[in-house]
Nanobody, 127 residues
């Protein structure tokens, strides 16, 4: 059974940091394109950062230089390190997997359908 489970969300002050984790089971994470998406209230879900199996990455413009996506293939884990957080980063964050070859950019821009989603974790940036 394929499953993605996020953790690490919470409340943080502006300028603070959080690290999101996503535990994958039922498949070998290292073979596939993975990503982090977010959805703020009243907005559509958007791709934040995605990573191909060869570690080529893509970042949405507003998070470049602040967020870092990574994966631990040996432990079937993926991460999103978020620094210098802003109130506009407030959203539910989802990890995602695409089980065919694609580019990180294509996945994040919604050009391919995500095969699996995690349940989401709330990130709130507020003073």
């Amino acid at each position: 059974q394929v499953q993605l489970v996020e953790s690490g969300g919470g409340l943080v002050q502006p300028g603070g940091s959080l690290k999101l984790s996503c535990a994958a089971s039922g498949f070998i994470l290292g073979y596939y394109t993975i990503g982090w998406f977010r959805q703020a209230p009243g907005k559509e879900r958007e791709g934040v950062s995605c990573s191909q199996s060869d570690s080529i990455t893509y970042y949405e413009d507003s998070v470049k230089g602040r967020f870092t996506i990574s994966r631990d293939n040996a432990n079937n884990m993926m991460y999103l390190q978020m620094n210098s957080l802003k109130p506009e980063d407030t959203a539910v964050y989802y990890c995602a997997l695409y089980r065919r070859r694609t580019t990180a950019q294509a996945m994040c821009l919604g050009r391919v359908p995500v095969d699996y989603w995690g349940q989401g974790t709330q990130v709130t940036v507020s003073s």
